[in-house]
Every structure is written in structure tokens, then in C-alpha cells.
């Protein structure tokens, strides 16, 4: 999804900036085997939606809006999937704006550094 990433403005810049862009702004994402249409179709929905107090969860009758849009027809296990995608997404949004925060998968053979405030921190914890 990253190398399709295409700004509106892409074309009033030179390749070579996009290309940077993609390499700068876009984070690696882990490996999916399985199931990448209902990553596209979840983006194509809007992983979140305007709620009384923010952002809230896509919600059933915008899937079913969607659907009937769209003329695509979802499983029930795939419109539960993509309800339960976007309450994970909302909530990883939530948990990615603490500082220091990992990402939600790990890397294997990566141990992570812990940085020289967190080694203090935990050095004050432990005594």
C-alpha cells in the first residue's frame, strides 16, 4: 500500500519528492498473507468516523450504506471484521499519541534500545 500511496498534489511535484514522501512519511507495515481487501476496503470506508466527542468506530449502518453503494457484498464474518478492525485502529490511534510509544508489531531479531530517559526512569523505580 505504501509504494500505491499517491498524494492528490503528486502531480504538480517531481516524482522524486513523492518517492521521498513515501519513504519518510509512510511507516514499514508488517507482512499480510491473507485478507488485504478488507485492509482496502476499510480505508476505502474511513477507518474512523465523526462522533459526538471525536472519533468513533465505523458502524454497521455505514458498512451496510457502503455495501449498497458500492455494490459490494460483504460475508456477516467480513462486516464484523471491519468493525473490529476500525475499533482497533481507533484504539491504537489513542495508544500512539504516548510518548515512546512501539509499534503494534514486533520485529523479529530487533531488540528494541531503551532510551536514556526510560534507562533513568526505570533506575529511579528500582531503587
Known amino acids: 500500500m505504501r509504494s500505491a500511496w499517491v498524494p492528490d498534489w ?18 514499514e507495515m508488517p507482512p499480510l498473507e491473507e485478507g488485504s481487501y478488507l485492509v482496502g476496503y476499510l480505508l476505502e470506508l474511513g477507518p474512523v468516523h465523526a462522533s459526538g466527542m471525536g472519533q468513533g468506530p465505523i458502524s454497521h449502518e ?52 531503551q532510551t536514556a530517559l526510560q534507562q533513568s526512569l526505570r533506575a529511579l523505580i528500582e531503587q
Not at 10 to 27: F, G, I, Q
Not at 73 to 95: G, I, K, Q, V
Open 62 to 113: 455505514s458498512i451496510l450504506a457502503w455495501q449498497a453503494l458500492t455494490g459490494i457484498e460483504l460475508e456477516p464474518w467480513e462486516a464484523r471484521l471491519l468493525r473490529r478492525l476500525s475499533c482497533d485502529y481507533l484504539s491504537e490511534s489513542h495508544r500512539a499519541q504516548k510518548l515512546g510509544c512501539e509499534p503494534p508489531w514486533k520485529i523479529e531479531g530487533v531488540k528494541r534500545e
Open 10 to 27: 503528486a502531480d504538480d511535484v517531481p516524482e522524486s519528492t513523492v518517492e521521498a514522501l513515501r519513504e519518510t512519511y509512510m511507516p
